[in-house]
């Protein structure tokens, strides 16, 4: 889902982590908690206490996934685009060191700037 020179090609939509946490569950680390969820056509992304996990479901039949794990500690800088009157979307773009900008753009419905706040946290 996500590509990471080209930003993201599908809008994420909130989903809830009752539907979504027990894909990611096995990779948490003890203490680690889910905070937000969000679900493209098949691809999700999970927002932790830790990291962002970006979830790329592969095959017909969808069991194969590619998890990406991208931690807070490794952001060097981040910026959020709110939804407007004719553009619906919204869009949080984060710098990671040694890997460059990843972009995330979400339905007008996604509370941006909440998610740019809990980003503040733990990355400042």
């Known amino acids: 889902m996500i590509d990471f020179s080209n ?9 809830d982590p009752q539907d979504i946490g027990p894909a990611v569950a096995p990779l948490l680390i003890h203490g ?10 098949r ?7 830790k990291r962002l996990i970006a979830v ?9 996934r590619d998890f ?7 952001v060097q800088a981040f910026s ?16 990671f ?3 460059g900008k990843v972009r995330l753009e979400f339905k007008g419905d996604a509370d941006i ?4 706040q809990m980003i503040a946290t733990y990355v400042l």
């Open 113 to 116: 700037r909440r998610l740019g």
């Open 56 to 64: 790329n479901v592969q095959g017909m039949t969808g069991k194969k």
């Open 68 to 74: 990406t794990s991208l931690p807070y500690s490794k």
């Open 43 to 49: 691809d999700f992304v999970v927002f932790t206490d």
């Open 97 to 99: 060191s040694g890997l």
């Open 32 to 41: 680690e908690q889910i905070v937000a969820c969000f679900k493209a056509v």
């Open 7 to 15: 930003g993201s090609v599908f809008k994420l939509n909130v989903a």
């Open 80 to 95: 959020i685009e709110t939804a407007g009157t004719f553009d619906l979307d919204a869009e949080l773009d984060l710098w």
